[in-house]
Nanobody
Framework: QVQFVESGGGSVQAGGSLKLSCIASELSYSGYNMGWFRQAPGKERESVAAIEGSGGTTYYADSVNDRFTISRDNARNTIYLQMNRLKSEDTALYYC???????????????????WGQGTQVTVSS
């Protein structure tokens, strides 16, 4: 079973930066579209960013556009989320998953996705 391991979270002050990583085990997912999601306490999980398998086209939620950058290194089976100018509302547990992309929206790919990883916690203090 494919496992996705997220890392790189931490506690920062507003305006700071963090870079998250997501590594897939037991699967070369270079051909898959990948996405980042987040869930804050008491809120539903929401989409953050997505990137096509080729690493070309990227997609962002309006709330993070121009602040976050998603990228991937297929040779390392890793995707990244560079987060700049962090805000308190970015505080959440962040997850990655293979996704289906349609009309600029994305959701976990049911053909590949089985369960969420442990996520990595991002805490932004104002």
């Amino acid at each position: 079973q494919v496992q996705f391991v997220e890392s790189g979270g931490g506690s920062v002050q507003a305006g700071g930066s963090l870079k998250l990583s997501c590594i897939a085990s037991e699967l070369s997912y270079s051909g898959y579209n990948m996405g980042w999601f987040r869930q804050a306490p008491g809120k539903e999980r929401e989409s953050v960013a997505a990137i096509e398998g080729s690493g070309g086209t990227t997609y962002y939620a309006d709330s993070v556009n121009d602040r976050f950058t998603i990228s991937r290194d297929n040779a390392r089976n890793t995707i990244y989320l560079q987060m700049n100018r962090l805000k308190s509302e970015d505080t959440a547990l962040y997850y990655c998953a293979p996704v289906l992309i349609l009309s600029g929206t994305w959701r976990p790919n049911p053909l590949v996705f089985r369960s969420w990883g442990q996520g990595t916690q991002v805490t932004v203090s104002s």
